[in-house]
């Protein structure tokens, strides 16, 4: 696949944010022993170095083992649960014992300054490095802050205000300390409009960052501000202009289904997306969306094993909110598993022969009762049994198939998961509903309901939303049946104000220990960041 030339410049790298946040990195990227004074006179030493942001900001997105980043996405809120039976408790999904020694918060500190390092020896060196044509200078510069800024809005809606480092650093440092909220957006906002300044409305490669991706996150920088105390006055108009762009540069895809297919990946709609294949040197760990919400379906007769889940389900909730002629939940999930291998069923003592391509499983939306389940010879699971043990899994809901990738081979979740696909970060679709937040913060909810309509009108919804119609709520509903596995919805939640009493209201772990409350607005900050730096860097209240 056509992508950006990738060679790491380990030692032009050599000295990591914060300490020792970013070791493993230094290690696995050591490939040579380059520095700037050796590699200033090639020109294509600073494509190198924006090739190694990009291969961060990848590589540390889309690594979706259990312990990884995917857990700060949809974990722990009303559409995305733990994949137990309601019982025990859980840092992460049921907020109880959550501290600062967690592993996965230390991650994905780790990672996002793993980000923001790159791109600062990317920005600081640019003039250093000989021959490097003026416009592939700003073009990468530009790059490089449109990612710094992605990570810096990462750290600031999950830990609030963080040590602001906008320089290569390259001697030890430890004396580190926490910027407040408003100055981390500050400058996230001002890198963003650096960035928009520099980048091509269309990229020559396929793949790199354009300024319809620069909109988009502007976007939700500014509609997401606009909710807080330091919040300028124009944020949510100039978050629906900015989203408004977007839709009008990026046609949506005319079904739901067509976008989602693995046959139409770079389609009208993608606005940015993290680039994969199949070529086993450039495609890293490869995209892990495909093993998002799979149960272990392969314990079930008929049924073999080819993908493995990542131990996280959509709440029943989840699958709640589509109606019966929304397609995007027929694009999204599958009620029915089919055999893939021939099998034995029993029905009312008498054993039916199943072949390939018949039932093996399904879940209908509205419960069957006992008697229509024992007359079939396939497995039947009724809405209120996704969570109950029926002894052979724990819990079994429809089939998450958003994002399949058929041909990759099976793999544990701590194993590379070679998927191919592209990982679509932006799409309009998402914008329409950026968009219709905006309206509705600025009491415009007639624009509103339009950008809804038309984004539902895809979906095959014939009824208008109505002004009246228009909430946060019914937005969130939108944004879950839209987008479920592909934008964080704790921040989504976060941001509207809605973490908590739905989070509470539709996740069945999380309001079964009810240990959440505002504090959990923002995570406890690694505690080998706090010692690391000789306790300059602050904890949050309550951790």
Not at 389 to 410: A, E, L, N
Request: charged share 20%; hydrophobic share 35%; with cysteine.
């Amino acid at each position: 696949m056509k992508y950006i030339h990738i060679k790491i410049l380990g030692l032009l790298l050599a000295v990591g944010v914060l300490g020792a946040g970013c070791d493993s990195y230094l290690e696995e990227e050591n490939y040579t022993s380059l520095s700037i004074e050796t590699a200033k006179s090639n020109p294509e030493t600073f494509d190198q170095l924006v090739a190694s942001v990009y291969e961060r900001a990848r590589e540390t997105t889309t690594h979706y083992a259990p312990d990884m980043y995917y857990q700060l996405e949809d974990l722990g809120t009303d559409i995305v649960t733990r994949s137990t039976a309601v019982s025990g408790t859980s840092d992460l999904n049921d907020y109880v014992n959550f501290y600062s020694t967690n592993w996965t918060i230390h991650v994905y500190w780790s990672n996002q300054y793993s980000i923001i390092s790159a791109a600062n020896v990317a920005i600081d060196t640019a003039e250093e490095i000989e021959g490097v044509d003026p416009g592939a200078k700003t073009t990468g510069i530009g790059e490089a802050k449109f990612f710094r800024a992605m990570s810096y809005f990462n750290l600031v809606e999950n830990f609030g205000g963080v040590p602001l480092v906008l320089n290569q650093v390259t001697t030890a440092e430890t004396n580190y300390v926490r910027e407040s909220e408003e100055a981390i957006y500050t400058q996230i906002v001002q890198d963003l409009q650096d960035a928009l300044s520099a980048l091509p409305e269309t990229p020559s490669v396929y793949g790199r960052v354009s300024k319809d991706a620069v909109r988009h996150l502007l976007s939700k920088v500014l509609l997401t501000r606009g909710y807080k105390s330091f919040a300028a006055s124009s944020d949510f108009s100039e978050a629906a202009s900015l989203a408004e762009t977007v839709i009008s540069n990026r046609t949506l895809v005319p079904s739901f289904g067509d976008l989602v297919s693995i046959e139409n990946q770079r389609n009208s709609e993608v606005v940015f997306a993290y680039l994969f294949g199949s070529n086993s040197v450039s495609r890293g760990w490869g995209n892990s969306r495909h093993m998002m919400y799979k149960f272990r379906y392969y314990d079930y007769p008929g049924l073999s094993r080819t993908v493995q889940g990542l131990r996280a389900m959509p709440t029943p909730f989840y699958y709640s909110l589509f109606q019966d002629d929304d397609q995007r939940a027929e694009a999204t999930f599958s009620r029915v598993l089919y055999a893939t291998e021939d099998y034995e069923a029993n029905v009312e003592g008498e054993t039916v022969n199943m072949v390939v391509g018949d039932t093996a499983l399904f879940f209908p939306k509205v419960a069957w009762t006992a008697a229509e389940k024992a007359a079939v010879p396939y497995k039947v699971i009724n809405p209120d049994e996704y969570l109950k043990s029926d002894g052979v899994t724990t819990v079994h809901y429809p089939m998450f198939k958003k994002f399949d990738d058929p041909t990759v081979p099976f793999t544990q979740p701590d194993q590379p998961s070679w998927g191919e696909r592209d990982m679509v970060m932006m799409r309009s679709g998402e914008a329409y509903l950026l968009a219709a937040e905006a309206y509705l913060k600025s009491s415009n909810t007639t624009t509103a309901a339009q950008r809804l309509t038309e984004l539902r009108t895809r979906a095959g919804l014939t009824t208008a939303v109505e002004p009246g119609d228009v909430t946060i709520d019914f937005i969130l509903d939108e944004r879950a049946r839209e987008l479920t596995g592909e934008v964080n919805r704790w921040m989504d939640l976060k941001r509207t104000g809605k973490l908590v009493e739905r989070t509470l209201a539709h996740n069945p772990h999380a309001a079964f220990n009810n240990a959440l409350n505002s504090k959990h607005l923002l995570r406890p900050i690694p505690q080998t960041e706090i010692d690391n730096s000789g306790n300059s860097i602050t904890q949050n209240e309550g951790y």
